[in-house]
């Protein structure tokens, strides 16, 4: 089982629907959660993070923590053609801070 | 620019030889961090500094990989005679302390001929 897994894409939603991303992870003592979004050819870039179960929002953007349930979402609202990326699921899997990422979903937002 | 500064951007090189890449962190981040990241695939942990020193290695990093940070600021990432496995985009990362989020570098993107 791979430490982090995120729900296989690609992704492909209309301009202004939700896309829904999902992740799950496999160390139960996890302690903080991170969604980056990459651009083709680009470097990770950090949108999300969250450490307490619940939701987070910042903007379009929701984080979901379901520590019970070692889950973790990302919700973008009125999705746009700029959001078009891979996202990516980061997990610290320690005390520490190194990220075990997984593989990514690809979202394609149609204009 | 008070981001993560990596160099180069861009490397080419012939099987066998050896390559350095150096990334300079955010100035007030104390934690260092090296990924690889192949295509299709998230980031691959290898290996983080704090301050100079080198705290964890990951089993992906063979002994022709070496990484410092000699003076806690800087760091360069050394792989010596390089193979066509080693192809990927190296990712610096800093933060400024433990759980903290990490910002990432633009990447040095290494093909290997």
Known sequence: QKEVEQNSGPLSVPEGAIASLNCTYSDRGSQSFFWYRQYSGKSPELIMFIYSNGDKEDGRFTAQLNKASQYVSLLIRDSQPSDSATYLCAVNMGGDYKLSFGAGTTVTVRA | ?113
């Open chain 2, 1 to 113: 620019d008070t981001g993560v500064s990596q160099d180069p951007r861009h490397k080419i090189t012939k099987r066998g030889q050896n390559v350095t890449f150096r990334c300079d962190p955010i100035s007030e981040h104390n934690r260092l961090y090296w990924y690889r990241q192949t295509l299709g695939q998230g980031p691959e942990f290898l290996t983080y500094f704090q301050n100079e020193a080198q705290l964890e290695k990951s089993r992906l990093l063979s002994d022709r990989f070496s990484a410092e940070r000699p003076k806690g600021s800087f760091s360069t990432l050394e792989i010596q005679r390089t193979e066509q496995g080693d192809s990927a985009m190296y990712l610096c990362a800093s933060s400024w302390g433990p759980g903290s989020e990490a910002f990432f570098g633009q990447g040095t993107r290494l093909t290997v001929v």
